[in-house]
Each structure stands twice: as C-alpha cells, then as structure tokens.
C-alpha cells in the first residue's frame, strides 16, 4: 500500500535553532500534503496544507514565518521549524492525499517527528 | 461554521460491541473518514465513507449517512488492543480536514 516517510522520527535542538521536518510520499504522488501538530492529550491540529508548486495555506493561529513549509515536488514537502523555543516541543505528523478529480483517496500518514527543543 | 460531534469516552468490555457515533457540520462533503490512533503514534487509517451505507472490513463497520450528517464505527469482538482513541474526519468540500476530538475507547476485561 500507499507509504509516507518522515524524516526524522525523533531530533533535539536548542532554543534558537532551525529544523526540517521531511515528508515523502514514497509509491504516489501526493498533490497534497497536509502537517499536523499534537499536543499531549490532545487530538490532532492541523497546521497547514501544502498543494504542490504553490504556497501553503495556514490555519488560523499558525505563525506561517515560523513554520515555514515547502512543497516542491509532487513527493516532497518540508516543513522547517524556524528559531526554535521550548513551547515548540511537540509531536508532527504529516500526511499525503492524492487527488485526483472525483478520487477521494484516503489519507496517508507519516510516523511523526517528536520535537524536543531544550 | 464547521463542527464534529463525537464522544469523549466510552467504556467497553471485551468480546462485546461498541458504536461509536459522528455527527458533522460541514461546508461540503467530500468523504468521511476514521481513523484508530494509540497514544503516542500517528493516527491509523480505518475507513472512507463517500456514499450512504455501511462499509463491512473485518471487526470494523463504518456506516455513514449524508443526509443526516451522521456515521458511526462499530466495532465487534472487541479486544483489549483495541483501547485507543477513534478520530471521525471530514473532508470539506475545500478538501480542508475537519477532525473531531476523538473517543477514547476504553476495554475492560
């Protein structure tokens, strides 16, 4: 079956750095993407979704200059977590759909990346 | 606005049957979905509902209504794996995913 790979599961950085979230979608091309973040004990959140060659769109409350997303190619989005601060400590998740007209493919998610940023 | 209606909690006990319901209010509809998601993994598919009628995989039902807004997962001889959180989620017609805030399941034995 369909698969998305993301890249890293887990990574640790300090307070004031840059990290880069990669998400494949390795046997289908995924004109979207979508990224989530979880918080503990909480359901999923959805950041933004990324359609392939244009811009991302945000969420209300999501800061676009601080997760900067990138969906460049019809297998690769990044999702990059600019000046990290503690608060940002979190599980992300992405996910990839193929659309296709009135084809309604179900999601398919990557592993997650845990965030620590200390 | 858009909205997802789903039980927090629901407790069970092993071998029985559980129905979980979600009701939806959506700006279009472009498919149902549920997803089994246990702590601290990533949600996992389960079932695609478009059009009315109950979809049968396994242990697992996904019945959905369009007109009403509503779906439910059933799920038969339940097992102790099975505790985990049941996600209800909506494509809009914007194909934006509306989820709700889950349920969690809970097995007894």
């Given at each position: 079956?369909?698969?998305?790979?993301?890249?890293?599961?887990?990574?640790?950085?300090?307070?004031?750095?840059s990290?880069?979230?990669?998400?494949?979608?390795?046997?289908?091309?995924?004109?979207?993407?979508?990224?989530?973040?979880?918080?503990p004990k909480?359901?999923?959140?959805l950041m933004a979704t990324s359609n392939e060659g244009s811009k991302a769109t945000y969420e209300q409350g999501v800061e676009?200059?601080?997760?900067?997303?990138?969906?460049?190619?019809?297998?690769?989005?990044t999702l990059t977590v600019t000046s990290a601060h503690p608060e940002d400590s979190s599980f992300y998740i992405c996910s990839a759909a193929l659309r296709q007209g009135s084809d309604?493919?179900?999601?398919?998610?990557?592993?997650?990346?845990r965030l620590t940023v200390t | 606005g858009q909205n997802i209606d789903q039980p927090t909690e629901m407790t069970a006990t092993e071998g029985a049957i559980v129905q979980i319901n979600c009701t939806y209010q959506t700006s279009g509809f472009n498919g149902l979905f549920w997803y089994q998601q246990h702590a601290g993994e990533a949600p996992t598919f389960l079932s695609y509902n478009v059009l009315d009628g109950l979809e049968e995989k396994g242990r697992f039902s996904s019945f959905l209504?369009?007109?009403?807004?509503?779906s439910y997962l059933l799920l038969k001889e339940l097992q102790m794996k099975d505790s985990a959180s049941y996600l209800c989620v909506v494509l809009d017609s914007n194909y934006q995913l509306i989820w709700g805030?889950?349920?969690?399941?809970?097995?007894?034995?």
């Open positions: 079956g369909a698969v998305v790979s993301q890249h890293p599961s887990r990574v640790i950085c300090k307070s004031g750095t990290v880069k979230i990669e998400c494949r979608s390795l046997d289908f091309q995924a004109t979207t993407m979508f990224w989530y973040r979880q918080f909480q359901s999923l959140m676009k200059d601080k997760f900067l997303i990138n969906h460049a190619s019809l297998t690769l989005s309604n493919s179900p999601l398919h998610f990557g592993n997650g990346t | 209504s369009r007109s009403k807004g509503y805030a889950g349920t969690k399941l809970i097995i007894k034995p």
